[in-house]
């Protein structure tokens, strides 16, 4: 019989603690990682419900349609969402899928036209912009609304939301 490898040991450790993990967080409520409460904390595993994360299933109070829906926007596309979760699946379960609908598909069901409204951006898998070079970063602006992809996208969003503030600063003038 041969020795087993620490290394080995270590990572199938690492996997049964991974799947452990996963397996006590519920779907939709509770106290996720780092105990951060998430959404809908009465209704722990009840996969039913929508996901309620973005603006994108939120009524407006006033027409009772969603507020994305006249607007143009964009958010984490689902190759992105698909790629974070084939690529950790093995490790961290279903860590970033922990509910049922894609981001992209969810904010697209909420807009009146998905088609015209909904604008993707580039495709990068790991370019993202900087605070000297806004290149691969990807920003949608829309009157008073303003929305990005992803963490990479920060710079640009963090730069359009302050031309925002003080366009409207200056309009209130």
């Keep these: 019989m041969g020795r087993a490898r620490p290394g080995r040991l270590r990572r199938a450790a690492a996997a049964r603690r991974a799947r452990t993990r996963d397996a006590a967080i519920p779907r939709l409520g509770g106290l996720a990682r780092a105990g951060r409460p998430v959404l809908g904390a009465g209704q722990a595993g ?40 084939l690529g950790t699946a093995w490790r961290l379960g279903r860590y970033y ?50 929305s990005a992809r992803w963490p990479g996208d920060a710079y640009l969003f963090a730069r359009r939301f302050c031309d925002l503030l003080q366009s409207t600063a200056q309009a209130a003038r």
């Design 97 to 146: 899928r922990t509910y049922p609908a894609y981001v992209q598909d969810e904010v697209e069901a909420a807009l009146d036209d998905p088609g015209s409204q909904f604008q993707r951006g580039p495709l990068t898998l790991t370019a993202r912009g900087t605070a000297t070079d806004d290149t691969a970063a990807f920003a949608v602006a829309d009157r008073n609304y303003l």
């Design 46 to 85: 009840r996969r039913d419900l929508p996901r309620r994360a973005g603006a994108g299933p939120h009524p407006d109070p006033a027409t009772g349609r969603p507020v994305l829906a006249g607007r143009r926007t964009t958010c984490l596309p689902k190759y992105l969402e698909r790629l974070a979760y």
